[in-house]
């Protein structure tokens, strides 16, 4: 996939904040994996797509895939708008996650296109 994305992860008390910055590669695809392993369920993800000349192209899509390759977000990042955040918490339907660094997919982006992805676990 490639692109470049930026990972910054956090501990604020009993939280734990994952954000990954990403920028898509001429293909329009963007990935990478954080260095920590967390046992947790995702109680948000927040999807804030860039505006402007990096806007990525309207219902991109994004994966959070554990180390068995699963989807976290169990699909809620399919299909995305590119003219608002996407807002999505545990009642919607997200994962968890056992003991597993967690790797970012992002395709259908168009290229040099950018956007967050900040995941929120407890």
Avoid: C, H
């Avoid at 995702?42 to 806007?55: A, C, E, K, L, W």
């Avoid at 068995?68 to 999505?88: E, F, M, Y």
């Avoid at 997200?94 to 992805?117: D, F, M, R, S």
């Amino acid at each position: 996939m490639a692109g470049t994305v930026t990972t910054t992860e956090e501990i604020i008390g009993s939280v734990k904040k994952i954000t990954f910055t990403w920028t898509s590669s001429a293909g329009g695809a963007a990935d990478a994996t954080s260095t920590g392993y967390y046992t947790a369920e995702i109680m948000r993800v927040v999807q804030i797509p860039d505006s402007g000349g990096t806007q990525p192209t309207n219902l991109y899509d994004v994966t959070v895939n554990d180390d068995d390759s699963a989807d976290v977000l169990l699909g809620l990042g399919a299909n995305l708008v590119n003219n608002a955040n996407t807002d999505k918490v545990t009642k919607d339907g997200l994962g968890v996650v056992a003991n597993a660094q967690l790797t970012l997919g992002v395709t259908n982006a168009g290229a040099a296109k950018g956007g967050k992805t900040i995941l929120y676990l407890r």
